[in-house]
């Protein structure tokens, strides 16, 4: 019952998104086109955050390695593209389907594993895939070190929108697709399912449900989520590189979806701010001092926000009934 007298009533949510789509589809007009291209990659990169908050926040498992699938998303797209001939529009799904599978066979023999033995596998995983990217036998279709580059489309001539803005908005369609998903499973039975295994993995067994299967399925969806906004970031910068996403980056990812608040859905769009502005906010200070600052706003943030900006939020609303009357509201 506590859960139900905090919730936010679903008027003010229709009405919060409401806002948010028309502040969305407003700002690529009023905003000139490197600014607009900025805040599609904080689209982009809050389909990841919201990968690895499903992961640590439905499930209970924890990653610093997943810079490894929003590398292996962004190549594949390209390597569908480049060497393939497909589309943009083709290579984006190509790119959530290897993720996926990749996920889900990286997940499945995780399950043998402890937590501090699936952090250091995914951890691995992030130091192994940008070397392998770096080989000679696949430079064909990687690029090698030198990295590749994206053919993309240019927008179709009746739209009338320029890259920038066009681009914008095809992000803002998949984002609030793959949120919408997000939040239809975490309100789901299987949703329901996952935090049994997040609170107690022994009693959710005992329950009837198959933690093996749930786990590895909630694995390689997290990870197809990573990997699609790989791919879209992949697609918004036109290049790609293996040095971009090492084990910096997959911390990145977690730091994201720390701040948004584990088990929040649109809280990743603060995740995605986060990943874009904090290595520009440090990328003048000496390479010694690039990594302090980020540790420090971590230790801020759980410190004083142990749930996240969205548990920030939720303890205002809170706050905000207990001084309201209920009529009023």
């Not at 990943?275 to 943030?301: E, K, Q, R, W």
Request: some cysteine.
């Amino acid at each position: 019952m506590k859960a139900d007298a905090d919730a936010v009533p679903r008027c003010w949510k229709w009405t919060g998104f409401a806002v948010f789509l028309a502040v969305a589809v407003a700002l690529p007009f009023l905003l000139e086109g490197y600014s607009t291209y900025r805040l599609a990659l904080v689209g982009a990169m809050a389909v990841a955050v919201l990968g690895v908050n499903l992961l640590i926040g439905q499930s209970g498992q924890i990653s610093i390695g997943h810079g490894a699938f929003f590398a292996l998303g962004a190549y594949s797209a390209a390597i569908a593209m480049n060497s393939f001939g497909l589309s943009a529009y083709s290579a984006v799904p190509i790119a959530a389907a290897v993720t996926f599978v990749a996920g889900f066979l990286l997940g499945w023999p995780a399950l043998r594993f402890g937590t501090v033995h699936l952090i250091l596998l995914t951890w691995g995983a992030s130091l192994v895939l940008p070397q392998l990217l770096k080989l000679d036998v696949f430079q064909p279709w990687t690029g090698g070190v030198n990295g590749i580059y994206f053919d993309r489309p240019e927008p179709p001539a009746w739209l009338n929108l320029s890259e920038d803005r066009y681009w914008y908005f095809v992000v803002l369609a998949v984002m609030i697709v793959f949120f919408w998903i997000a939040g239809n499973l975490v309100q789901s039975r299987s949703g329901r399912a996952l935090a049994a295994i997040r609170d107690n993995e022994i009693a959710a067994a005992a329950a009837g449900i198959d933690v093996r299967i749930f786990k590895t399925v909630i694995f390689g969806i997290s990870a197809m989520y990573v990997g699609v906004g790989g791919a879209l970031t992949g697609l918004l910068d036109d290049f790609i590189a293996p040095d971009s996403y090492g084990l910096f980056f997959s911390f990145l990812l977690l730091i994201g979806a720390v701040a948004a608040g584990f088990g929040s859905v649109w809280g990743a769009l603060i995740g995605g701010f986060l990943i874009l502005f904090l290595p520009t906010t440090v990328a003048n200070l000496p390479a010694a001092l690039a990594v302090p600052p980020a540790g420090f706003f971590i230790l801020l943030v759980i410190y004083f926000m142990p749930d996240g900006f969205t548990g920030l939020m939720r303890r205002a609303y809170r706050r905000y009934r207990q001084r309201v009357p209920r009529s009023k509201l």
